[in-house]
């Protein structure tokens, strides 16, 4: 059972606001992702990080911005939010172990509604 | 580049009928790892598996069994005696030297009493 958290689980917000969603992982895992799903669409990698003060952006252009300060955690922030970025955000971990690709362990994602 | 096709878009099956998910990936790394999540409609992905490209064995666990053949790229996954709570979203993945993840479109399986 992987134990990652995301907040909140759902986010109603106006057009213009800054927004920060949280993604804290108790696992010790220094890989963590952030991925962008439209409702049952295949999902998009946006921000990726292989630890402490690492950050890379991922396949798909994302205006947001992510902080890997703490092993543990790794927001996402929106400076201002629009319409566009609706969607799902979902946050993964894995193990950084030699050069085996370990499996990512998902957190139960973020709504978000940008009125 | 790395792609992965699941060319179903959607399934309906009749409660305690197997099905089975297609997936057809395509890499030019030799080393590469294949991995199936579900995603129920909480919104969780649930990883289910992950093969490597060296193990083409198959594998069953429980009801579940996945068959990767290299010789056609494929890395199916089939659902046997298949129950109400396997309806999700199933999703392909696909990892090679980019050490990114490529995800399928996804299948949703829908499953009826």
């Known amino acids: 059972e992987a134990d990652i958290y995301q907040t909140p689980r759902y986010l109603v917000i106006g057009t213009g606001k800054k927004i920060t969603l949280e993604c804290s992982q108790t696992?010790?895992?220094?890989?963590m992702y952030w991925y962008q799903q439209d409702p049952g669409m295949e999902l998009h990698l946006i921000h990726y990080s292989y630890g402490v003060n690492s950050t890379e952006k991922g396949d798909l252009s994302s205006e947001s911005t992510v902080s890997r300060i703490r092993t543990e955690h790794f927001p996402l922030t929106l400076e201002s939010a629009r319409p566009s970025h609706t969607s799902q955000y979902l946050c993964?971990?894995?193990?950084?172990?030699?050069?085996?690709?370990?499996?990512?362990?998902f957190g139960p994602g973020t709504r978000l509604t940008v009125l | 580049a790395q792609k992965v096709t699941q060319a179903q878009t959607e399934i309906s099956v009749v409660e305690k009928e197997d099905v089975t998910l297609d997936c057809v990936y395509e890499?030019?790394?030799?080393?590469?790892?294949l991995f199936w999540y579900k995603q129920p409609p909480s919104g969780e992905l649930v990883f289910l598996i992950r093969?490597?490209?060296?193990?083409?064995q198959n594998e069953i666990s429980g009801r579940y069994s996945w068959n990767f053949q290299k010789s056609t790229s494929s890395f199916n996954f089939t659902i046997t005696a298949s129950q109400v709570v396997d309806s999700a979203v199933y999703f392909c993945?696909?990892?090679?030297?980019?050490?990114?993840?490529?995800f399928g479109s996804g299948t949703q399986l829908t499953v009826l009493p």
């Open positions: 993945a696909l990892t090679g030297s980019a050490r990114q993840l490529t």
């Open positions: 093969r490597n490209s060296f193990d083409e």
């Open positions: 696992m010790g895992h220094d890989k």
């Open positions: 993964a971990s894995s193990e950084l172990r030699g050069d085996t690709y370990n499996e990512q362990f």
């Open positions: 890499t030019r790394d030799t080393t590469y790892y």
